[in-house]
């Protein structure tokens, strides 16, 4: 099979390590990728949202089946694209309808969706900059912290979590009166806040037919102890000692099965990866939100412990043939350690040599970078994503600490307390 996957992240070098292990793998093309991608593909430079491009690609390297890394693609409606056309019906794509994506591409369908199918997740409402006051009234009816979500996508920063009353307004204010984030905040949802610890569930499924993917806690704040701003995420770890069968069975019960079924109720045709948000309130998983594609950095931590062949998953995902396939999972433990430019997540420098890449048995996975031909560069900021399988959580986190500490670039910079939060539920 000839395969092109879309997108230039850790995840899209994670998909693409992934699927060149396939025996069906025989051409491998990224777009338009990175240094990474390079050294086991074929980099493309095509713009992800530029479908016409995209399909006159497919056609002319006689695609087989179409991978779209982010959200981006499926929310712009790239699998209705291909659908609509005669000529593309063959070729396989790997994620939900337009409609489907709105699980992600709109917060209120999804709590909407949520509520229709009694999912558990935060109480909310939504509101318009015509309904400001009314929203200054349902924030007066909450307890601080307040939840604040762009309803539509805002590159991962639509979410603001204002401590008291009178900042909950000021931010309000901003989102629908001001557009702080645009077209994405010209609807805000508001929810109440859950108390509890964050993990993420991944499942694969065909539309009918799932399997529960390694589960994964990933960490967003740039400073150490879950400090200062939101980023794409700086480390991730799997499997995640307080997701137990009892726990886990709860979210298959609670949360998988009525997502799955409300699809199929709805006629929504999904394929693809749902990405679970969730909250562990005292035992209990609520969804925070929806993603429909896998996250990154976990997928850098997720997917080295998936030991089937993906690319035979993926294939029967798209031809509705999960249920005659099983799923093997190594209880090993993965540690994944981000490198990121400093400055980043705001104003930071392109362009930095990178050294020490070469060698150690972790996995070196880029996220921004670029090669010059002699160098690889970095351009972006995230840069690597190091991971590391082991049987135990401290000496994953060893070896990736370590292979961490061998690559170098100027402004370098990386979280030192990844995991240890876990070590700790795990000892007590």
Known sequence: MNILILGSGGREHAFSWKIAQSPLCQQLFIAPGNAGTASIGTNVPLN???????????????????????????VYGIVDYFKSRSDLQNILIAGPVKEGAQLEGSKDFAKAFMARNDIPTAAYKTFTNESLEAGYAFLETLHPPFVLKADGLAAGKGVVIPETLEEAKKELHAMLADAKFGDASSRVVIE????????????????????????AKDYKRIGEGDTGLNTGGMGAISPVPFVDDSFLKKVEDRIVKPTISGLQKENIDYKGFIFLGLMNVGGDPYVIEYNVRMGDPETEAVLPRVQNDLLDLLQAVCLQQLGTKSISITPQTAATVVLVSGGYPESYEKGKVVSGLEGGKSLVFHAGTKSDGENCLTNGGRVFAVSSLADTLPEALNMSYNKAAEINFEGKYLRRDIGQDLLKISQS
């Open 192 to 215: 109440e806040f859950l108390k509890g610890i964050e993990v993420s569930v991944f499942v694969l499924t065909d539309g009918k037919d799932y399997f529960l993917l390694p589960e």
């Open 48 to 74: 992800i949202i530029d479908f016409e491009a995209i399909a006159d690609f497919c056609l002319n390297n006689q695609i087989d089946l179409l991978l779209p890394g982010s959200e981006d693609p499926l």
